[in-house]
């Protein structure tokens, strides 16, 4: 564990990026932030937890909705400023009900849509609707 | 081009993180940052152009070492502060010679190097070795 965090450089908020990417299909599912305390809470429980920059919390990813990512691989980069989160996620990454956040692209000069919602936000949180899942 | 700015958000100091993916393989080679300039540059030539923070200036990836990225697509996450960008990376993304950053794994509480390096940072660089790629 502190070869780990020898290895890291956070930023001035004590954060550092984490791209989550599905273990095996390779698709990129999203991009948030962790600090020490939620790191070392993702590898104690194999289950990932991010840091909720609009909460300044710990945010247990998927603990309202189901929708949790359970670590495989924790990788580093060569500056040690940002990770990589080898996951498998169940069911949907984004809060949309989307598979991934990034469900839009670029195409002609125009922002599209290129994923529909395989479920519904209503049924991720019932009636209580946050923008963290 | 006024439609993708609309839907981003920068961060305070102007920037957004991207992620540079390998469009076919799915294989995540590094994580960097981007201006609007740098996102402009991008979209205008085709040729990834990220925004070096330790240099405080444009980086135009592979200018150096010939390691370009093509732009295939940018994809923007549902709350518009992260970028995914879709590329074809020319050679190794990498200024230790490797084709991924993220050459590095936490495994039974070790960081081990995963990946070797396909070149070395003199023949990518030559004399002028730099950080940057």
Not at 76 to 83: Q, R, T
Not at 110 to 120: R, S, W, Y
Request: aromatic content about 6%; proline content about 2%.
């Amino acid at each position: 564990m502190n070869a780990l965090f020898e290895s890291l450089a956070f930023n001035e908020a004590g954060l550092i990026p984490a791209i989550a990417q599905q273990h095996d299909t390779g698709e990129v599912l999203m991009l948030a932030w962790m600090n020490r305390a939620s790191i070392e809470e993702t590898l104690a429980t194999g289950q990932v937890c991010y840091f909720s920059r609009s909460r300044s919390k710990l945010w247990r990813k998927g603990e309202t909705s189901g929708q949790v990512q359970k670590l495989v691989e924790l990788r580093i980069d060569c500056d040690g400023d940002s990770l990589l989160l080898l996951v498998e996620q169940t069911g949907v990454a984004c809060h949309t009900g989307r598979r991934s956040c990034f469900f839009r692209a670029l195409r002609d000069g125009e922002v599209v849509t290129i994923a529909d919602p395989e479920t519904t936000p209503e049924a991720l949180y019932g009636k209580n609707l946050t923008t963290d899942s």
